[in-house]
């Protein structure tokens, strides 16, 4: 069994723990957490199991990577916090453990990531024996490895088309929907995450990844940027209201441009409420989706939509991120140290899980 400890216990750490317990190959050693008042609870109960796992939450980090754990879920949040969570990362491969992560955007393309990011990550592989693995949904396998299966399928392809269609009211991160995506700030706001050049930083990295699959030359990444604002005041169950004449929906493209022309596009379609840019495209059922589509012949469309925690669309999506990452571990640890990306770490099926229930 591969000791595993799961750092942080949010959105993506309630799945993490859950995930870690389903797998066969994986026991739960620790888990880590920041707010005192998760102090000492058992981690079956912070991951909403609904029965303990004999696992009490700890603060003391140095306590738990002096023990040794062969795998770390890093799900504390990168968003905000960047500097302070390559360090964490750091540390737990410093201690030799394989550590998976959808924190990082810069290292999702680990080839071309930023010298400031890369280098750090190099040197801890280098002195502690441990490795990295950076990804999500979108960033993610959403726009690597989903497409590029797909895209096989096509004799002819024209356009790879990678989509995130969701309603953000049913996300339970306030500060990033409000502050960094700009959902309910005035329309002359400038959210950190629509600002010019950030999109390619965050999702460039999967633009040329999937170039880097297919075998073709960029020429350059493009962006695109559309807002529109909110007819009426909405209410949500989780964020409260979102007045009328705020921003209440988004829509950019990241393109990569080869041979003059978009060929590989990341596009984003987000609103606070459904009834805001009603010609934009929509999900199938209103509420969130991850869609592919291939242009070429034949033209090929595939929609993926995921719920947990009670239907729902937010709490699926990182149900499945969590899936790439803890069920990459076991291949992870038999690959030896090493910074890998998504198209070196296969996807892998669910080996000794099916029909598995969680006790």
């Known amino acids: 069994m591969i000791s595993t400890v799961v750092w942080g216990t949010g959105n993506v750490g309630r799945a993490a723990i859950r995930a870690v317990d389903a797998h066969p190959a994986l026991s739960l050693a620790d888990v880590l957490v920041h707010d005192p008042g998760k102090t000492g609870r058992d981690a079956g109960a912070l991951a909403g199991l609904g029965r303990d796992l004999g696992v009490a939450a700890t603060d003391d980090i140095g306590a738990v990577l002096a ?47 930023p010298p400031e990011l890369r280098e750090p990550v190099l040197d801890a592989i280098a002195d502690g024996g441990g490795s990295l693995f950076v990804s999500g949904v979108d960033p993610g396998w959403g726009n690597d490895v989903l497409p590029l299966l797909i895209s096989g399928l ?65 020429d350059e990444i493009r962006e695109t940027m559309h807002r529109r604002p909110l007819d009426a005041t909405v209410s949500t169950r989780t964020m409260g209201d979102f007045e009328a004449g705020t921003q ?74 969590v899936g790439r990452l803890v069920g990459a571990i076991d291949w992870l640890v038999a690959a030896g140290p090493g910074l890998y990306d998504a198209l070196d770490v296969p996807l892998r099926p669910a080996v000794g899980r099916l029909g598995r229930r969680q006790r």
């Open 67 to 113: 023990a040794g754990p062969r795998a770390v879920v890093y799900a504390a949040s990168g968003d905000i916090r960047p500097d302070e969570a390559l360090a964490d990362i750091c540390r737990a491969i410093r201690a030799g453990a394989v550590v998976v992560t959808p924190a990082m955007y810069g290292l999702y393309d680990q080839l071309n990531a």
């Open 248 to 321: 209440g929906a988004v829509r950019f493209e990241v393109q990569g441009i080869v041979g003059g022309e978009p060929r590989i596009v990341v596009e984003h379609i987000t609103r606070i409420h459904p009834s805001c840019a009603p010609d934009w495209p929509t999900p199938p059922d209103g509420a969130g989706a991850h869609r592919v589509i291939i242009e070429g012949r034949p033209r090929i469309e595939v929609t993926v939509a995921a719920d947990d925690e009670g239907e729902n669309r937010s709490a699926g999506g990182n149900a499945t991120a």
């Open 154 to 218: 096509g004799s002819v392809v024209d356009v790879v088309r990678c989509q995130e269609i969701f309603d953000y009211s049913t996300y339970d991160q306030e500060e990033s929907v409000r502050d960094l995506i700009g959902m309910g700030r005035p329309m002359d706001y400038e959210p950190l995450m629509l600002a010019p050049s950030v999109p390619s930083m965050v999702w460039g990295g999967q633009i040329r990844l999937m170039a880097r699959a297919l075998g073709v030359e960029l």
